[in-house]
């Protein structure tokens, strides 16, 4: 954990500051070395969607060990044991998915947190430097992990004023995909009504005197949620960022097409057929 780090990225919410992060998917920990190089203030490893393993996550890690970048896991479900092993690696904090509940919450800040206040178990693990650190560690955790919640469905969009009475969580995150399927349009980021209620719900966290987070879409949907007021702010997935350069460079040359399920090639992308030449005939 990297007090230091979790204190100024405090220090620039306390300010209504925004602060930027990025969503890693793929396994290189030189896409979270990137990140740090340039300055961002967060990444989150993400443990639930694809394919990253526990050795990757780590690696990830590690990449941002002495920076001034927060690295957050995001766990596949709320799981005692999976809060355990994402913070007892090293990570600053968790991202819990699919919170509707304060029970949930409260339930995923004990488990990030050691007894007396929670029930997190002590390792001698990176998280307390192999052993040596235990005192320092414990000392300071509970007061410094970041245990963020997702708000994507329905349900929690209706319970958020009681989820922000929780104890022990500043930031949430909001999914509109997940949300948006939850609402009965599945396959959008955004389907009707969604923006709107997601506006809501920020507005009921900031005056709650917590922070609201998202993911952006591109560049000018970055600036325009600066303006809304979230203030956690995605500026995208690695896996995203690298299509949207693929598909303007492959644009400049007039080769961009779009990705389909399975990734079968468009027909109108593939090469045209060479008619066979008659075979001719022995003699």
Not at 126 to 148: I, M, P, S, Y
Not at 182 to 190: D, K, N, P, T, Y
């Amino acid at each position: 954990m990297k007090t230091a780090a979790i204190k100024r990225l405090r220090r620039k919410l306390a300010k209504d500051e925004p602060v930027y992060g990025l969503w890693v998917t793929l396994e290189s920990p030189s896409i979270t070395e990137m990140a740090i190089g340039l300055g961002l203030d967060w990444v989150v490893i993400d443990a639930e969607h694809g394919h990253l393993d526990w050795k990757e996550i780590l690696e990830h890690i590690r990449a941002a060990v002495r920076s001034e970048t927060i690295v957050l896991v995001r766990i596949a479900e709320l799981n005692s044991g999976l809060v355990k092993r994402a913070l007892d690696i090293g990570a600053d904090g968790v991202v819990v998915p699919w919170i509707e509940t304060p029970e949930q919450l409260a339930q995923a800040v004990a488990d990030a947190r050691f007894p007396p206040e929670g029930r997190r178990g002590i390792g001698a693990e990176r998280a307390t430097a192999w052993g040596e650190c235990f005192k320092e560690h414990t000392g300071e955790a509970n007061d410094h992990v970041l245990v963020v919640p997702i708000i994507e469905s329905v349900t929690a969009g209706r319970n958020i004023r009681e989820l922000c009475q929780v104890d022990g969580v500043e930031i949430f995150m909001l999914g509109p995909a997940d949300y948006s399927a939850s609402a009965g349009h599945r396959g959008e980021w955004e389907g009707p009504g969604v923006a709107a209620d997601l506006q809501r719900i920020k507005d009921t966290v900031r005056q709650s005197g917590k922070h609201c987070g998202i993911m952006a879409t591109g560049i000018e949907n970055l600036s325009k949620l600066g303006k809304q007021g979230f203030r956690v702010l995605g500026i995208g997935l690695d896996t995203a960022l690298l299509l949207r350069g693929l598909h303007s460079a492959l644009a400049s040359v007039g080769r961009d097409q779009s990705l389909r399920s399975g990734f079968v090639v468009a027909p109108s992308a593939l090469p045209a057929k060479r008619k066979k030449k008659p075979l001719r005939e022995s003699r």
